[in-house]
């Protein structure tokens, strides 16, 4: 009979070498344990609740006969009452996805939520619903689907029932805005925010150290939260402050073992309740949703060690039903997914492509260019795949400059050494005086459509992925009389350091605001596909130039439809692209990569992300548009 017993901290096993055999000691072992000097005990310092488990269990299977100290046994008895109660929680949770759970705390919260401002879908009110019910829930709906406001509603129940009083999310720095907004519009009150991200360290530390009791909403970033991990972690423990932890775009910590997912880790234990928003729940692979799972229920997580690595098995194995099975049983009841079929959205408008034919020293340009590229020979690098690969994805990137803004072409590419105008004098000073000698057709009617679209008093966003060419637009149309104002990477973020600055926060409330005077938009899908609502009050967007990236393409054409707006307007959709280049490749490309997501959305257990066809991107492209006419060029 072994005594097991715990004493400092510490998990102490006696006379293994009497009761165990070589086999069973060896397993202890690969559990961590730590050998006695004399080799007649096993101690687990610090042992965690998982592993105490683990040994208890193992334990009882080997049928081993110990017995356990007064304090080992009340140990066990909390944990296997925590456990309990987690399987109850999950249980009512799937029963509630299921139709079947009707309860009091059910009814008393739909009641809550029917008093707030913000009316609320029924698919929101579910949502929210399971929230209530887990604490620690993950929403893996479509975007536009208004996960922000379910979690805010239940955010709000919890603070009246004094569970928590700060609201701290974690997130890029384009949802800050979206969250300030819609928290006035859910509950009806401005919130008191501090804004992380953005100011200095000793600021930061100060507001750690100094926390003003009426602030309730915290944001910050991934990386900000890495550098402040320890002063974040003192912040959590401070007494008064129960946090109400949200990862917003989770997909962000899916790398397990990654810094940024560390750090999401490393607080999670300390929040009173929990929730993780994305709706690209496994971006590459089945493995993804581990540390989401790992950071909402920690040492409860649905997933021990052994069931990730056969994930990984069965996925190099290519059994996706038996890991979707293992999923379903293992996750299912921990989140809740809004498809987009369930939002009762009206269909968005896509209008045929607008066919353009380039004006004389745009189209001169870039048939030198598709020209240049054609006849250079690829012979001379193949001892150097990375550099092939280089000077690929910088050819296309200079014909989507071309079909773009001309003028870019004059500035050098980062890790791009070709010159395609090198040598080619009269193209070069074309290039450089591009501005004096004619304006780009797509600009003359993209300026006719805007016009058209302020006359008949329609806001309209335009899509623009070269810096560039949005300050070429921007100065373009207001000569022409039209205020317009654009937001890309380096336009500022909101802070408490920012107050009188032009921020992206400033530039999207007066956008929104219907007689503001600002009506037209020019965003980069870089900085802007994700996190930005404009849904209310705009419903026309012009794409003037297109990349490859299916991903930010997907979200762009989400920022206007939208719960809360398009259920009643249709959104409306408008291409420029010039004949026979670059765009209409581009263009396909998108449409066929759209049609394959389309397919995957409707179901949990895909492994999909919105950009997980980019490896069709600059490369497959230039294979499509140059391979095969360079070897009907050698043939002839």
Same mark, same amino acid.
Not at 38 to 45: H, R, V
Not at 89 to 99: P, V
Not at 584 to 611: A, G
């Given at each position: ?94 029963? @509630? ?78 949802? @800050? ?460």
């Amino acid at each position: 009979m072994i005594y097991i017993s715990f004493k400092e901290n510490a998990l102490i096993i006696p006379d293994v070498k009497q009761n165990l055999s070589a086999e069973q000691i060896s397993q202890l072992v690969w559990f961590g344990l730590k050998r006695h000097p004399d080799n007649s005990s096993i101690l687990f310092n610090q042992v965690s609740e998982e592993i105490f488990l683990k040994i208890i269990d193992y334990l009882e299977t080997e049928k081993v006969k110990f017995a356990l100290s007064n304090d080992v046994k009340n140990i066990l008895e909390r944990i296997r009452l925590s456990e309990d109660h987690f399987r109850d929680r999950s249980k009512m949770a799937q029963e @509630f996805k299921d139709g079947k759970l009707r309860s009091e705390e059910i009814k008393q919260f739909c009641q809550f939520v029917s008093k707030l401002p913000r009316k609320f879908k029924v698919h929101q009110i579910k949502a929210a619903c399971h929230l209530y019910l887990l604490k620690d829930s993950a929403n893996f709906s479509v975007p536009g689907s208004g996960k922000t406001s379910v979690v805010l509603a239940v955010y709000e129940k919890l603070r009246v029932e004094k569970k928590v009083n700060v609201l701290f999310v974690v997130g890029p720095p384009s949802c @800050f805005g979206p969250w300030r907004k819609e928290f006035e519009a859910t509950l009806g009150r401005k919130p008191k925010v501090k804004i992380l991200s953005g100011i200095g360290q000793k600021h930061r530390m100060n507001i750690y150290w100094d926390y003003p009791e009426n602030a309730e909403l915290c944001l910050t970033t991934f990386q900000t939260l890495l550098n402040d991990s320890l002063a974040v972690k003192q912040f959590f423990k401070r007494k008064n402050i129960d946090i109400f932890l949200v990862i917003d775009e989770a997909h962000y910590i899916k790398q397990v073992g990654g810094n940024w997912a560390k750090a999401v880790l490393d607080i999670s234990s300390l929040a009173k309740c929990k929730c993780v928003l994305t709706g690209t729940p496994m971006p590459r692979s089945y493995t993804d949703v581990f540390n989401m799972f790992d950071f909402l229920y920690g040492k409860y997580s649905p997933f021990s060690l052994q069931e990730k690595i056969k994930v990984q098995w069965l996925e190099k194995k290519k059994d996706d039903e038996k890991i979707r099975n293992m999923l379903d049983q293992k996750i299912g009841p921990l989140f809740y997914r809004v498809r987009k079929r369930d939002l009762g959205l009206l269909p968005q408008i896509f209008h045929p492509e607008r066919l353009i034919k380039m004006n004389k020293y745009e189209e001169l340009i870039y048939k030198a260019i598709e020209n240049k590229i054609l006849n250079y020979s690829k012979d001379a690098f193949l001892n150097n795949i990375e550099t092939i690969m280089q000077l690929r994805k910088g050819r296309i990137i200079r014909l989507r400059q071309c079909v773009s803004y001309a003028g870019l072409l004059a500035k050098p590419i980062e890790d791009y050494p070709e010159n395609l105008i090198k040598g080619e004098i009269n193209l070069r000073k074309i290039i450089l005086n591009y501005d004096k000698l004619e304006k780009p057709a797509k600009l003359e009617l993209l300026l006719e459509m805007v016009k058209k679209f302020n006359s008949d008093k329609e806001k309209v966003i335009v899509w623009v992925n070269f810096i560039g060419t949005l300050e070429l637009l921007r100065k373009a149309l207001l000569k022409s009389g039209i205020i317009c104002e654009k937001i890309y990477g380096a336009t500022p973020v909101e802070n408490e350091k920012l107050e009188n600055a032009i921020t992206r926060e400033k530039i999207i409330d007066k956008f929104k605001k219907q007689n503001s005077g600002l009506d037209v938009l020019l965003l980069n899908p870089a900085a802007c596909a994700e996190s930005i609502s404009l849904h209310q009050t705009c419903f026309r967007a012009i794409y003037y130039d297109l990349s490859y990236n299916c991903a930010q393409y997907l979200q762009s054409l989400d920022r206007i439809h939208r719960v809360g707006g398009s259920e009643h307007k249709t959104a409306h959709y408008y291409f420029l692209q010039y004949k026979n280049t670059i765009d209409e490749d581009i263009k396909s490309n998108l449409d066929k990569k759209v049609i394959r997501m389309n397919k995957i959305f409707e179901k949990d257990y895909c492994i999909y992300s919105l950009d997980m066809f980019e490896e069709d991107g600059d490369l497959a492209a230039y294979e499509r548009l140059f391979g095969q006419r360079k070897q009907t060029i050698r043939k002839n």
